[in-house]
């Protein structure tokens, strides 16, 4: 559904509270909790500020553990796992005071040159994202690209709506924010009888994502278009796994995502 638009102009604003420690908040979300972008997104940026500059994210895996409350911050506590020449690796726990709301591991590498290959290619025939209705979702531009009735599957062109400088690690955290845009879409898209339709069959399920997974592959520019194509496998019993590749405007493919997430319908009030 069609969401309000929402100030991003703080989401990669960290304040230190001691070593490797950082305290950031949330925009007030309209369906209640803290997106899970927002969380994956400001626990890389606060583990990108304890590695050198040479060193570039390749991956994060992370657990959802908690809705987050938009009412407090969040703290990030950085843990130095491994300080490499050629890699680095964090670890981060993003609290608030209910408990650990997200862990997240991620991994850096030193550039190295080295041969170069793209075997997956831009689906064919996508409308560009300026053909298709504006839709505000988590506060990004949000642009979705029809799909075939039955298809397991979620295409998105999206972008971060503010201008990110020059700092191609900021970039990262901000497609990191994106990439939780629509793989629960193709896991609710991959169970029998397809996406729930409406408000009315909606309010019947409960969805969650579970944990994340990213593969950055190369240079993007998170403040441009990129397509998420994500395709779901189906469910087994109540989770569901979606995997898709992230594209930028002239089809070269940057990242790859993978998510789980739950799928169940609501527990009917007795009485």
């Given amino acids: 559904r069609p969401q309000p638009e929402l100030d991003l102009s703080r989401v990669f604003t960290l304040e230190s509270h001691g070593p490797d420690t950082y305290v950031a908040e949330s925009p007030h979300y309209p369906w209640g909790r803290i997106y899970g972008g927002l969380v994956i997104a400001q626990a890389l940026w606060a583990a990108t500020q304890t590695v050198r ?12 553990i908690l809705g987050g409350e938009f009412s407090e911050p969040v703290r990030y506590e950085v843990d130095r796992a491994r300080n490499g020449r050629s890699f680095t690796t964090r670890r981060v726990v993003a609290r608030q005071s209910a408990g650990a709301i997200l862990t997240l591991e991620c991994s850096f590498q030193r550039y190295e040159d080295g041969v170069e290959s793209q075997p997956e290619t831009m689906p064919a025939d996508i409308p560009p994202p300026e053909a298709l209705p504006k839709v505000y979702d988590a506060g990004l531009d949000r642009r979705e690209v029809p799909v075939t009735a039955g298809e397991p ?23 990191a924010y994106l990439s939780d845009m629509n793989a629960m879409d193709a896991v609710s898209a991959s169970r029998a009888g397809g996406r729930p339709t409406g408000d009315g069959e909606w309010t019947e399920w409960m969805g969650a994502s579970l944990d994340h997974a990213m593969w950055f592959h190369r240079p993007v520019k998170a403040d441009d278009w990129v397509l998420m194509d994500m395709t779901g496998h189906g469910l087994v019993r109540t989770r569901g796994l979606a995997t898709g590749h992230v594209f930028d405007r002239s089809g070269t493919h940057v990242a790859t995502i993978a998510q789980e997430g739950l799928l169940r319908p609501k527990k009917k009030p007795v009485g």
């Avoid at 500059?53 to 959802?64: D, G, I, K, Q, T």
């Avoid at 503010?162 to 990262?172: E, K, N, S, T, Y």
């Fill in 53 to 64: 500059v040479e060193h570039a994210v390749h991956s994060l895996h992370a657990y959802f």
């Fill in 153 to 175: 599957g979620s295409r998105v062109w999206g972008r971060f709506p503010l201008a990110l400088g020059d700092d191609p690690r900021l970039h990262c955290c901000a497609l």
